[in-house]
């Protein structure tokens, strides 16, 4: 808010997806029996976002306006190894890179079936990835 003009805006929004099942199951999956072992005490550090109230006291110090909302976009993906190719970019990432070379094949397995299990087919044959961000909007005060 700081670099912004008098009446500037500042507009974000970002992934608020930590608590959704395409997410869950990448840790529920390495705790599982079968990884347990190769997974130990590896965590993925993720923190949550703050809550829109945190944004709103932050940037209304400085702000005349400050708008804070969620959006869930329902992305309609060919299958359930759409999801995974999906969030094998960002979030499943750190897992299969902990796991050796060897493993990652078999961990990207259960995986998939963990979220074919979450994620049905709709009438179309095709699934539904719920996909939440939180955009947030200030104008600076004049």
Same mark, same amino acid.
Do not use: C
């Given at each position: 808010?700081? =670099?912004?003009s $008098? ?5 974000v929004? +970002?992934?608020?997806? &930590? #608590?959704? #099942?395409s997410?869950?199951? +990448?840790?529920t *999956?390495?705790?599982?029996?079968? =990884?347990?072992r190769?997974?130990?005490?590896f965590?993925?550090p ?5 809550? %829109?109230?945190?944004? /709103?006291?932050?940037l ?6 400050v708008d *804070? =909302?969620?959006t869930?976009?329902?992305?309609? &993906?060919?299958?359930?190894?759409? /999801? *995974?190719? =999906?969030?094998?970019?960002t979030? &499943? ?5 902990? &796991? $050796?070379?060897?493993?990652? #094949?078999?961990?990207?397995?259960d995986y998939?079936?963990a979220i074919?299990?979450?994620? $049905?087919?709709i009438? #179309?044959?095709r *699934?539904?990835? %719920?996909?939440?961000?939180?955009f947030?909007?200030a /104008?600076?005060?004049?």
């Open positions: 808010m700081d =670099w912004l $008098p009446g500037g805006t500042l507009a929004q +970002m992934p608020d997806n &930590l #608590d959704a #099942d997410h869950v199951l +990448m840790e *999956v390495a705790r599982s029996p079968r =990884w347990q190769a997974f130990g005490g965590a993925v993720r923190a949550p976002l703050p809550a %829109p109230s945190a944004y /709103i006291e932050t209304g110090r400085t702000a005349a306006r *804070v =909302w969620h869930t976009y329902y992305h309609q &993906l060919e299958n359930a190894a759409a /999801i *995974v190719d =999906w969030v094998e970019g979030g &499943l990432r750190p897992y299969l890179a902990h &796991l $050796p070379d060897s493993n990652r #094949d078999a961990y990207r397995a998939l079936e074919r299990q979450a994620f $049905p087919t009438a #179309d044959g *699934v539904l990835l %719920p996909f939440k961000r939180l947030v909007v /104008i600076k005060a004049g």
